[in-house]
């Protein structure tokens, strides 16, 4: 039994070889994915959303660094929309629950020609119970923005990973792929 469930399983497997699957994050820290991700510069971005998205994406790419990186060659330019929207109604015209949205609008820029090379959004939303404590429904409000913020950098680095590993700004020298 353990014989033909193990031929299955490598039968099954050969066709994956071919497929033309890369590892994302192929040879570690010297890999182009986090070479790239290592000379990102995240410019400051407005108000208490921009400064958790600021510090979750910097977190992400001192990560991918490895103690390596200046962090230079690239900047990041993110631009937030942060909206709480009420809906469930009462009778009584007082709301029960919250939407909080959070988007983001970023752009790779070359760091030494100021060229934008991907443009792209991002975007997580997250319900909010509204509670008879106002200080329960902002406490929730809060730590919803924290979520929102993480999943947004989360989003803005995956794209910028497979950005890299499809060439990045290697992959057409003097051409800027844009994504929208």
């Not at 994406?57 to 962090?71: K, N, P, S, T, W």
């Not at 469930?88 to 988007?103: A, F, N, Q, Y």
């Not at 809060?142 to 890299?164: F, K, M, P, T, W």
Request: charged share 25%; proline share 3%.
């Amino acid at each position: 039994m353990r014989g033909l469930l193990a031929s299955c399983l490598i039968a099954l497997s050969l066709p994956l070889a071919g497929c033309g699957l890369k590892p994302l994050y192929a040879n570690g820290s010297k890999g182009e994915v986090a070479t790239m991700l290592a000379d990102i510069d995240v410019a400051p971005i407005e108000g208490h959303a921009g400064w958790l998205v600021r510090n979750a994406l910097r977190d992400r790419f001192v990560a991918a660094q490895g103690g390596r990186g200046e962090g230079n060659r690239f900047r990041l330019d993110v631009r937030l929309e942060d909206s709480i929207t009420g809906f469930g109604v009462r009778t009584d015209d007082s709301v029960t629950r919250e939407r909080r949205t959070l988007r983001a609008r970023y752009q790779l820029v070359d760091g030494a020609t100021g060229e934008v090379l991907l443009d792209a959004t991002a975007a997580q939303d997250a319900g909010i119970d509204v509670v008879g404590s106002e200080y329960a429904t902002i406490a929730a409000e809060n730590s919803s923005l924290e979520r929102l913020a993480s999943g947004v950098a989360d989003q803005i680095v995956a794209r910028l990973a497979v950005y890299a590993n499809r060439g990045g700004p290697a992959s057409a020298p003097g051409v800027a792929p844009t994504a929208r």
